[in-house]
């Protein structure tokens, strides 16, 4: 119960790098908690819990993600008001109730394997993706996607820096975190010998029927 308490209280905190407002206020606890698949995953860190939370906010109520998260972090880092920004804008006001992503450990062994060697060589891409995915194609995932973040350590400048996705121009990054096909996923934050930190996020779809998607 103490644990219970303890995790519903660091969900409705403000965050750091929100110095003007407080994005959380405009979101239900309840909701939060539902969203929130990774809670109590022992195989991720509590970053990489987060990524796979504002994710699914995302994902969950895009215009309200929109009207708090990202409106806050454009005001905190004061970004110019770019095509990308307001491309984002519009197509988080089409996401609603997408199902959440469900952390996997497949899939997460897959991330911390190309994010701990993308780190090591100081690389940057998707080497290797075909081969990496080969074993989990067909059984238990029908199609999979990959996300490769650079420089980056909080989740939160992770997620929206891969939403606006600025300088891609089929918005790849974008289109795999609000992809209404995936519904699985694996996250790795890991050293990166010419960025500093590396994030690999490795999206997953497949039958869900009968599993025990119950949040914590």
């Not at 991720?44 to 990202?70: C, Q, S, W, Y």
């Not at 701990?116 to 199609?143: A, C, D, I």
């Amino acid at each position: 119960m103490i644990r219970r308490t303890l995790l519903l209280l660091f969900l409705v905190l403000p965050l750091p790098l929100m110095a003007q407002s407080n994005p959380w206020s405009g979101w239900e606890t309840d909701i939060v908690r539902t969203l929130n698949r990774a809670g109590e995953c022992e195989y991720l860190n509590d970053e990489e819990k987060k990524v796979i939370l504002f994710m699914n906010m995302a994902r969950h109520d895009g215009p309200l993600f929109a009207r708090t998260f990202l409106n806050s972090y454009i005001e905190e880092k004061q970004l110019e008001n770019s095509s990308y920004i307001r491309s984002l804008h519009r197509d988080l006001k089409k996401i609603t109730n997408l199902v959440p992503l469900m952390p996997e450990q497949d899939l997460t062994a897959i991330a911390q394997d190309h994010a701990q060697r993308s780190g090591e060589k100081g690389t940057t891409g998707h080497s290797g993706f075909n081969n990496r995915f080969e074993p989990l194609m067909g059984n238990p995932y029908n199609h999979v996607g990959e996300n490769c973040s650079y420089g980056y350590e909080r989740a939160i400048d992770i997620v929206i820096s891969l939403l606006i996705d600025k300088g891609i121009k089929n918005l790849g990054h974008r289109n795999n975190i609000l992809s209404p096909d995936f519904n699985s996923i694996g996250v790795a934050i890991r050293p990166h010998k010419t960025y500093r930190v590396n994030c690999v996020m490795d999206f997953g779809s497949r039958d869900r029927t009968g599993m025990n998607d119950v949040p914590y």
